[in-house]
């Protein structure tokens, strides 16, 4: 009744001006992006949407502005080059409202692109590990394409579709898309001690993937009942987990699972999630709604950023005027941990760059987006100490946050703020 064809083939129903939706992260499907790129001679003005996608994008090769538009809605590095290149832009969307571009015809799907597990003994697939928006992009486009993966893992949730769901599928055996996260530095580590000062027994954890989330993770292990309510974990999650710190009991919403829209990392962890009920996956418009956030006792958000000023504003999406990543799921779990009983909101940052230039400054940069705002925050945390600014005045707030920045900044950006504000 259901009969695979190449992804060449499968391609083919992609027409000049139509808009492609692919399926984010480790989920991407790459033979069905390579073959609609291979037909760049033929297609005109497509607009490829999507979140962060894992891999090899050759549609944003720049020299194929004609054929392929890259819209993001959450820059990764793979397709960053497309805002100067003139073959990208950058739509910026809360994670917890994407799906409502789709359900509300902001952005009308014409083909998508999806990767899916094999079909059980009933014919439904796994979207595996990435659903986000996915669902409701499904239920909206006008085609759907699915590359079914026999190494794509089946996680449970919300995350299936049936066979008949699908108006093409193409087969293939090939590996989710890995990535290694780097050991924590010294200053890392010491992020990831003052943060996990901060974290009660019986919270409820958002972190997302990286060095600073996971060194917070590697110091958790005395920590007990503590549960995951998250858009996105890696690897660092698995032992905390097995040695039951991790488990859920205490959460106020999905307890007893660990409730993500996106997983990404090592083989590890995609056979640790595969067919594993614990692991509970979710449209992003659940796992990042304010209301559910906030049903969690003790919830707990960590997040990252390029700078905050001294009054506590937040850039987390641009480098200036440039943008480099977005508004993501940032805002959701900030405001979802405020409105949580005994909740934590929590914005962590090394205290300078590589560079040796603050990140704790006196004003963001020219053009910086503010992704949270002042009123928002409740901690920053650097290698130097936890700045609790909920309920502060600004003054209060500007001396707390120069006392957590790197000492040889402190002097400069305490006086550049006040020669500023008091001309």
Do not use: W
């Not at 917070?216 to 549960?227: A, E, M, Q, T, W």
């Amino acid at each position: 009744m259901y009969k695979a064809i190449t992804a060449q083939e499968a391609v083919k129903i992609i027409k000049s001006n139509d808009r492609v939706y692919i399926q984010a992260a480790a989920a991407a499907p790459q033979a069905l992006m390579n073959a609609m790129s291979d037909r760049h001679e033929e297609l005109r003005g497509v607009e490829v949407c999507h979140l962060h996608v894992e891999g090899v994008v050759k549609y944003a090769d720049p020299k194929y502005k004609d054929s392929f538009h890259v819209n993001s809605l959450f820059l990764g590095k793979n397709v960053r080059h497309t805002l100067k290149a003139g073959n990208g832009s950058y739509t910026p969307v809360f994670l917890s409202e994407v799906p409502n571009l789709f359900k509300r015809n902001v952005l009308p799907v014409d083909v998508a692109l999806i990767q899916v597990s094999t079909p059980d003994k009933h014919g439904y697939c796994s979207l595996g590990v990435s659903v986000e928006a996915i669902l409701s992009v499904i239920e909206n486009a006008k085609h759907v394409i699915a590359q079914i993966n026999d190494q794509m893992p089946r996680v449970h949730g919300e995350g299936l579709i049936h066979l008949s769901e699908l108006n093409t599928f193409v087969e293939c055996s090939e590996p989710i898309h890995e990535f290694a996260i780097a050991k924590p530095t010294e200053i890392e580590s010491k992020i990831g001690d003052n943060v996990a000062q901060l974290i009660d027994d019986r919270s409820t954890l958002q972190m997302g993937i990286g060095s600073i989330p996971n060194a917070v993770l590697s110091r958790l292990g005395n920590h007990k009942d503590l549960g995951l309510h998250t858009e996105m974990f890696s690897d660092g999650v698995i032992d905390l987990i097995l040695k039951d710190v991790i488990n859920g009991n205490h959460k106020g919403i999905n307890a007893g699972r660990a409730l993500t829209t996106f997983l990404g990392g090592s083989k590890r962890l995609y056979d640790y999630v595969d067919d594993n009920p614990f692991i509970e996956m979710r449209s992003c418009d659940y796992t990042n709604n304010v209301a559910n956030i906030r049903q969690n006792p003790k919830m707990v958000a960590i997040n990252s950023a390029i700078q905050v000023d001294l009054t506590g504003q937040v850039c987390a999406d641009s480098i200036g005027a440039n943008m480099f990543s977005g508004v993501g799921g940032q805002m959701d779990f900030i405001r979802g941990a405020s409105l949580s009983e005994g909740g934590k909101a929590i914005i962590a940052l090394p205290s300078q760059t590589n560079k040796g230039i603050s990140r704790i400054v006196p004003f963001l940069n020219k053009g910086a987006g503010v992704v949270t705002t002042r009123a928002h925050v409740q901690y920053v945390v650097t290698e130097y100490g936890v700045a609790d600014l909920y309920g502060k005045t600004i003054n209060q707030r500007v001396k707390a946050l120069v006392n957590i920045a790197h000492p040889d900044h402190r002097e400069a950006i305490d006086k550049a703020y006040f020669e500023e504000t008091m001309k």
